[in-house]
């Protein structure tokens, strides 16, 4: 593992707590793009550019909104290897992953230290780099997200918001909910550091997910029968979660093939047009497996589960789908 100190990459561990419990650092780009201009990264087609891995699910959440907004020729991406060694995020020409066509870097770190020389700072993904002032506007993932959804309808292809206006505040609260007992749940348990911290970790995410095993044993989507942004990102999860976290991070209560609604709701979203497209398991397994030698040594990556996302859901019974603009 490793960061940025001073604009120079250095190896570096995770951080933790007292207690031994994962923190993760927080994201060091927060500018906007605004569809009027005024934050002044104004929404222009060909502009903004993506880098992503097709292994991180915060990423993934991105990838899944410019597809499904119909974004993908207003909005380039690079992609970049599974494998994330000491020297971080690559790019490279193995199959899925792409060179950096934009800023001709060999590594993601160098477009970070392009953007802020001088950065202190871990280098994630995504990354929505500005090709006309020559840096990154943001690498926060909700953030990214809701830009896409928000303010390029002007050059999307499909009609449709994955935030309506009328269910903002259930998004909004359910994201925040998610994000710290599942969506970072997972790698709270996986690099705990101590096996109280684990448990603590553990437990709490799978109290969410029995949560929301009730809430989607009664309706299609977390806000009803609409489609919204809180789908998109538990879904990230869900889907490499027993391919990975079951075993990998130690999240072996229960699998999501163990609840019928999550599973379905699962497959659900998968089989949503366009969401298939976005997923690469074997990028998922090829990183998680291969990139935490503290975890898997030998970095051997299983051949397993069986894993088939396309057999039927049932779900149409509920109705509903994405909201149209």
């Given at each position: 593992m490793g960061k940025l100190v001073d604009g120079v990459w250095t190896r570096e561990d995770y951080l933790s707590d007292e207690k031994g419990g994962f923190l993760r650092e927080p994201t060091t780009f927060r500018d906007r793009i605004t569809a009027d201009g005024s934050s002044g990264f104004p929404a222009e087609p060909g502009r903004y550019h993506l880098y992503v891995s097709l292994a991180c699910p915060w990423a993934h959440r991105t990838l899944i909104l410019r597809k499904l907004k119909g974004l993908e020729d207003a909005i380039g991406v690079s992609v970049v290897d599974p494998y994330m060694g000491d020297d971080g995020w690559f790019f490279s020409d193995s199959p899925g992953a792409t060179r950096d066509e934009v800023n001709g870097a060999d590594y993601l770190w160098q477009v970070y230290v392009k953007a802020r020389p001088g950065m202190t700072g871990r280098v994630t993904v995504p990354v929505l780099w500005d090709k006309v002032r020559g840096t990154i506007v943001n690498n926060e993932s909700r953030e990214i997200a809701r830009m896409l959804d928000t303010e390029f309808d002007a050059f999307a292809k499909n009609r449709v918001t994955l935030y309506p206006r009328e269910f903002a505040e259930r998004i909004d609260a359910l994201v925040d909910e998610m994000y710290e007992t599942v969506n970072n749940g997972v790698y709270r348990a996986g690099f705990a550091r101590t096996q109280a911290a684990y448990e603590e970790a553990v437990r709490s995410l799978f109290s969410a997910l029995d949560r929301?095993?009730?809430?989607?044993?009664?309706?299609?989507?977390?806000?009803?029968?609409?489609?919204?942004?809180?789908?998109?990102?538990?879904?990230?999860?869900?889907?490499?979660?027993?391919?990975?976290?079951?075993?990998?991070?130690?999240?072996?209560?229960?699998?999501?093939?163990?609840?019928?609604?999550?599973?379905?709701?699962?497959?659900?979203?998968?089989q949503t047009e366009g969401v298939a497209e976005t997923c690469n398991l074997d990028h998922v397994k090829q990183h998680y497996y291969r990139s935490h030698p503290f975890l898997n040594p030998r970095g051997i990556v299983p051949l397993g589960p069986a894993y088939d996302l396309s057999a039927p859901h049932g779900r149409e019974r509920f109705g509903g789908g994405l909201a149209k603009i």
């Open positions: 929301y095993e009730a809430i989607l044993s009664k309706q299609r989507y977390l806000c009803g029968d609409v489609l919204t942004e809180a789908d998109v990102f538990l879904f990230t999860t869900l889907y490499r979660f027993d391919p990975v976290y079951y075993v990998h991070f130690k999240c072996n209560v229960r699998r999501i093939a163990d609840y019928p609604a999550l599973s379905a709701y699962l497959r659900d979203l998968y």
